[in-house]
Nanobody, 123 residues
């Protein structure tokens, strides 16, 4: 079993930055793909970014390309999402997720999920 805990969310004004962290426990996640998803009020959960076990060639949703950066530190069993140039439309609950081996952008393919952290961007 893998447990995931997000942190770093909060309230920020448009144009500001936040860094989200996802701490994993239960087992090492060095052989897992890890990703971020988000869900805004009244909307479906959507893909944000995913990174493979190697840390190479991450994949981003078009809506966040050039603004967000996903990274991981397998020695610390932790994943990060650096969020810059935040917009009000980024407001959502952000979820950390993990799955064995291969990268996916489909939420239903991820086995483990965190509890979510709220990100609110004011105009």
């Amino acid at each position: 079993q893998v447990q995931l805990v997000e942190s770093g969310g909060g309230l920020v004004q448009a144009g500001g930055s936040l860094r989200l962290s996802c701490a994993a426990s239960g087992r090492p996640v060095s052989n897992y793909a890890m990703g971020w998803f988000r869900q805004a009020p009244g909307k479906e959960r959507e893909f944000v970014a995913v990174i493979p076990w190697s840390g190479d060639d991450p994949v981003y949703a078009d809506s966040v390309k050039g603004r967000f950066t996903i990274s991981r530190d397998n020695a610390k069993n932790t994943m990060y999402l650096q969020m810059n140039s935040l917009k009000p439309e980024d407001t959502a609950v952000y979820y950390c997720a993990a799955k064995p081996l291969w990268v996916s952008t489909e939420s239903k393919e991820f086995r483990y999920w965190g509890q979510g952290t709220q990100v609110t961007v004011s105009s």
